[in-house]
């Protein structure tokens, strides 16, 4: 079965200060992966995805993220946060397998961002 | 130009009373996804359609049902919501998992049980 860790529950940073956002996952094949943001009380937005090709992936609003298979990563960076960062930040990786699988997705727990100003 | 569509936004129900949350879209997708995220959790999938077929996750408990009349609309039914059904619903859609795809989520129901 798939699973997706995010050790940071919550994580403090400056305004314009570099961001690192942890993901490590566990699945048998070759991952789907994904960032979303979600902002309270809203849905998940989709920042950036990673299926094959260069590992280094670019997203939206500045984002980028780095598939790293010797280390079952695919952390999420932006060299400069800005206060409409702050949310809470998810890892997910994507079932690609036939059957009931349907490309389901499963989360990681989190990691809240707070901006300092 | 909204492509996943929740109604309500915010649904409040009381205890034992059955509640419907909808779902539709305008992406002519596949795939539709029901989650349930608790507060300050990540979200859970609960069941989701492949065209007709539906497919319940091991855990979702039997409380929680879903329709899918059309290709546009999904909907959850809750058919006696306990204080520990509060959460927000998230409704998703796939294309086909068979590509490299990425799901969209609507923008969510809160659903608060008195």
């Known amino acids: 079965a798939q699973s997706v860790t995010q050790p940071d529950i919550h994580i403090t940073v400056s305004e314009g200060a570099s961001l690192e956002l942890r993901c490590n996952y566990s699945y048998g094949a070759t991952p789907y992966l994904f960032w979303y943001v979600q902002s309270p009380g809203q849905g998940l937005q989709l920042l950036l995805k990673y299926f094959s090709g260069d590992t280094l992936v670019q997203g939206i609003k500045g984002f980028e993220a780095e598939f790293k298979r010797s280390q079952s990563s695919f952390n999420l960076r932006k060299p400069s946060v800005h206060w409409s960062d702050a949310a809470e930040y998810f890892c997910?990786?994507?079932?690609?397998?036939?059957?009931?699988?349907?490309?389901?997705?499963?989360f990681g727990q989190g990691t809240i961002l707070t901006v300092h100003p | 130009d909204a492509m996943v569509i929740q109604n309500p936004r915010y649904q409040v129900t009381q205890f034992g009373k059955p509640v419907t949350l909808s779902c539709s879209q305008t992406l002519n997708h596949n795939v539709m996804y029901w989650y349930q995220q608790k507060s300050s959790q990540a979200p859970k999938l609960l069941f989701h359609y492949y065209d007709k077929d539906f497919n319940n996750e091991a855990d979702t408990p039997d409380n929680f049902q879903s329709r899918r009349p059309n290709t546009s609309f999904c909907f959850l039914d809750i058919r006696s919501p306990g204080l520990g059904d509060a959460a927000m619903y998230l409704c998703?859609?796939?294309?086909?998992?068979?590509?490299?795809?990425?799901?969209?989520f609507g923008p969510g129901t809160r659903l608060l049980v008195l």
């Open positions: 998703a859609t796939l294309r086909d998992p068979s590509y490299q795809e990425t799901q969209y």
């Open positions: 997910a990786v994507g079932a690609i397998e036939g059957g009931t699988s349907y490309g389901k997705l499963t």
